[in-house]
């Protein structure tokens, strides 16, 4: 059937290794961060270092979703519109860590569908009747 979108494996990793890359850590939690705000840094921060995705250019974005999860504690409804927006942003839900799987594993040999097609058939053991 081929790729429908004709790129080919050999650009798509091409992309990949051209895609500027963002410095790891994000730095220390602003201090304009307060109570809940401070808190959802410091949570927010703790999971996206265990799943290696703290990148410096995400600081502001997260100084945003602090604020706004701040907002959302302190009774303003419409706030939480403003939280999920931004979390989106971040790998906080398992439909997000999923979709970054998936993109990971695009790129993954074992799970390259072209490779597992070409691969040389393994020999069956002979049937006994």
Same mark, same amino acid.
Request: proline content about 5%.
């Given at each position: ?7 080919? %494996?050999? %650009? ?8 500027? %890359? ?45 604020? *706004? ?18 979390? *989106? ?33 393994? %020999? ?6």
């Amino acid at each position: 059937m081929g790729d429908p979108r004709k790129i080919g %494996k050999r %650009k798509l990793l091409e992309r990949l290794k051209s895609e500027p %890359k963002a410095r790891r850590g994000l730095p220390e939690c602003p201090a304009l961060l307060t109570g809940n705000a401070r808190e959802c840094w410091k949570f927010v921060v703790g999971e996206l270092e265990a799943m290696e995705m703290d990148f410096r250019a995400d600081a502001i974005l997260l100084t945003g979703l602090c604020l *706004a999860y701040e907002a959302a504690m302190n009774g303003r409804l419409a706030a939480w519109d403003r939280v999920n927006r931004l979390a *989106a942003n971040f790998p906080l839900s398992s439909v997000a860590r999923r979709r970054l799987a998936s993109q990971e594993s695009a790129t993954d040999p074992e799970h390259d569908l072209l490779a597992v097609l070409s691969a040389p058939r393994e %020999k069956r053991a002979a049937s006994v009747q």
